[in-house]
């Protein structure tokens, strides 16, 4: 059964940082573009970054990220640990939402989320001001 799980939410003051965690079970993540999310009440869904297959020059993984997060966010994978990551520094008050990663093949379009096979249920992160 394929299955990703986030962790790593929790409560942060503003100009803090948390590290998000999407494992997976049923499915290798190194065979997957992996898109983090988010959504916060009463807002539509947002994609904020992807990161490949690693299947580019010498096995290197493409990144790509929404305006309103790049520079701030890092997202990385652990093939060892069949885990993706999002960094999240800097953070905003208005980075409070529920994260949610995703599984598809390819980063195109990644903003898409009609685009991705398989989904995590989210964990929670709130920016105190």
């Known amino acids: 059964q394929v299955q990703l799980v986030e962790s790593g939410g929790g409560l942060v003051p503003s100009g803090g940082s948390l590290r998000l965690s999407c494992s997976a079970s049923g499915f290798n993540l190194g065979d997957h573009a992996i898109g983090w999310f988010r959504q916060a009440p009463g807002k539509k869904r947002e994609g904020i970054a992807c990161i490949s297959r690693g299947d580019g020059f010498r096995g290197e993984a493409s990144t790509y990220y929404a305006d309103s997060v790049k520079g701030r966010f890092t997202i990385s994978r652990d093939s060892a640990k069949n885990t993706v990551y999002l960094q999240m520094n800097s953070l905003k008050p208005q980075d409070t939402a529920e994260y949610l990663c995703?599984?598809?093949?390819?980063?195109?379009?990644?903003?898409?989320?009609?685009?991705?096979?398989?989904w995590g249920r989210g964990t929670r992160v709130t920016v105190s001001s």
């Open positions: 995703a599984a598809r093949v390819y980063c195109s379009d990644y903003s898409n989320e009609d685009l991705y096979d398989y």
